[in-house]
């Protein structure tokens, strides 16, 4: 026999509320309504305030994630441009363009063929200093400048990736706040379900337990089977697992909407979810997680006297923002010129009269972007550095 499934997430919290809220402004408060005038006032006031802190929360979730996943790539391609700027010094003394001597201006033995090897915070703006030194230093010697990455191109990997970082710890106890302030409401949080759902209990128990299960169920009240008990279909029409594509990682907390009653579902950390006995029919479900692209699965079949299962992947949300600027040729805007994301062969723009150009879902982080003139004009390409931020634009403009 299924038994009562208190919630302990602020996630489960806001589910629970949330259908309890829609099935009492959906049915009038009549004798089929279980819940007391004093407990519907408390739901219709405490509810709206508790949602609006946990989608505070959400927002604030959503944006140290992608600043997370920003923060990562964007170290990758620092230590990246760090380490093939030594290794193109090293191959240019191998190939006797530059003398071994010029090692030392980088703090590298005269006979050593070391690459350089960085992977924390710290080695890489370390690193960063030494190479610029080294290399100013050697140029104005009469050096011959590195290319291919230039230092110009490790300061600007370097410093987005610091940019980024520095970002991100604002962004943390951004979340920890305001995830503090919707821990304040949990203990009254608690306090109205357990009154909501015995109040379900009770109005709704003439000694048929399935049959007050059901009804219960229908009023927001969660249940859940018993260790070792297998699941009915008197109770349960929808049940499945929710896994990382790729990783096969379980996700717990996952917000599982039947989009047909408006109600939500909430998996466990095993990443099992429950969708409670529906009539039969065809239902759409929406699968939701930080992090996690939004998921819709439609045409999900329940039949009478069954379960269906239904196990979901959910992809890791691509951090993407836009790229729009103008293109110039002796000053004057150009239409028909071709803008791309170099690496990205579909993100392409192709200028507008005035010369303007938009792409966009270009994946956040350091990307070149590329302008070409139409034909019959000569001039040679143009590339230019951005850094692209999650959900924002950025400026670029070119001149030939």
Not at 342 to 364: Q, S, W
Request: aromatic content about 8%; glycine content about 6%.
């Amino acid at each position: 026999m299924p038994v009562i499934d208190r919630p302990i997430s602020n996630i489960a919290r806001n589910a629970v509320l949330r259908n309890s809220k829609i099935r009492k402004d959906q049915v009038p408060p009549i004798s089929n309504n279980p819940y007391s005038a004093a407990t519907m006032a408390w739901l219709d006031l405490f509810q709206p305030q508790y949602k609006a802190k946990f989608d505070v929360v959400s927002a604030a979730l959503h944006t140290q994630t992608s600043l997370t996943a920003q923060v990562t790539h964007a170290k990758k391609l620092a230590v990246f441009y760090e380490e093939d700027f030594v290794l193109a010094l090293q191959r240019a003394i191998r190939r006797e363009l530059f003398p071994k001597t010029d090692r030392s201006y980088y703090g590298i033995p005269v006979d050593s063929r070391e690459t350089l090897k960085v992977s924390t915070e710290t080695q890489i703006i370390d690193a960063n200093e030494v190479l610029t030194t080294g290399e100013t230093n050697r140029t104005t010697a009469g050096g011959a400048p590195i290319s291919f990455p230039s230092i110009g191109d490790v300061n600007n990997m370097v410093n987005n990736f610091i940019s980024l970082n520095n970002s991100q710890a604002p962004a943390k106890l951004n979340f920890d706040d305001k995830q503090g302030e919707l821990s304040a409401l949990n203990p009254e949080a608690d306090r109205l379900i357990l009154k909501l759902w015995n109040e379900t209990e009770t109005a709704f128990d003439t000694g048929d337990k399935a049959d007050m299960r059901r009804r219960a169920r229908e009023w927001g009240v969660v249940y859940k089977p018993k260790k070792g008990e297998a699941l009915s279909p008197d109770d349960y029409s929808i049940a499945g697992m929710i896994t990382e594509t790729g990783t096969g990682i379980k996700l717990g907390d996952v917000e599982v909407k039947v989009i047909q009653t408006g109600y939500v579902y909430v998996s466990k950390s095993n990443g099992d979810y429950l969708v409670p006995k529906q009539d039969a029919g065809i239902y759409s479900l929406e699968f939701k997680k930080s992090g996690y692209a939004l998921k819709l699965v439609n045409n999900v079949v329940v039949t009478a006297g069954e379960i269906t299962t239904l196990n979901v992947e959910l992809s890791p949300e691509v951090a993407l923002g836009t790229v729009s600027g103008n293109v110039k040729e002796a000053g004057m805007n150009v239409n028909g010129a071709s803008v791309s994301v170099n690496g990205f062969p579909l993100l392409t723009a192709i200028t507008d009269i005035n010369g303007n150009f938009t792409i966009n879902n270009v994946p956040a982080g350091a990307q070149n972007i590329t302008a070409t003139l139409p034909p019959p004009s000569p001039a040679l390409p143009q590339t230019q550095p951005v850094t692209v931020l999650a959900g924002a634009e950025v400026n670029v403009g070119f001149n030939f």
